[in-house]
């Protein structure tokens, strides 16, 4: 599959696989800025078109074990129709004054870009019995 992709920026790196067989891209951080709520915002320089009926997923690298971040949202949705610059959130963890962080230039995340199915719901009064059930939250093991 071809994605259009433009650099916002000159330094901007366009995102690539690390090894074959890997599902996500490597995406680099080439400006770091702070904002109101104190969080780090780490922008790529890119933008793309991905395509309608695909959906651009991203992630924090394994890595990420090794700072003291989190991303705010967890999992970015970046929907087809976006045309912005693709930018990551994190939060420092509360109380650390030294907090381990990604610089500019470093591999702050990853892009999954896959298909979605489109979905239309349909209201019904009740659901069919599974063997699951109503079961959640760690209910099918230890």
């Known amino acids: 599959m071809k994605v259009r992709i433009t650099k916002l920026r ?6 690539s696989y ?15 800025e702070k ?3 104190g969080n780090l915002v780490y922008g790529t320089g890119l933008a793309m078109e991905i395509p309608m009926g695909y959906v651009g997923l991203i992630f924090p690298r ?3 074990s090794k700072t003291d971040l989190y991303l705010t ?11 912005g610059e ?17 610089h500019q230039y470093d591999r702050v995340g990853q892009l999954i870009i896959m298909p979605y199915p489109p979905v239309e719901f349909e209201v019904v009064d009740t659901l ?5 059930g109503t079961g959640g939250f760690g209910s099918t093991g230890k």
């Open 128 to 132: 069919p019995d599974s063997e699951r």
């Open 86 to 102: 693709i930018r990551f959130k994190f939060r420092p963890i509360d109380g650390l004054l030294d907090a381990k962080i990604y």
């Open 18 to 32: 690390a090894k074959s067989g890997d599902a996500g891209m490597d995406l680099t951080a080439v400006s770091v």
């Open 10 to 15: 000159e330094d901007a790196v366009i995102p």
């Open 35 to 37: 904002d109101a709520h």
């Open 62 to 64: 394994s890595s990420n």
């Open 73 to 83: 949202n967890h999992v970015g949705v970046v929907d087809s129709g976006y045309r």
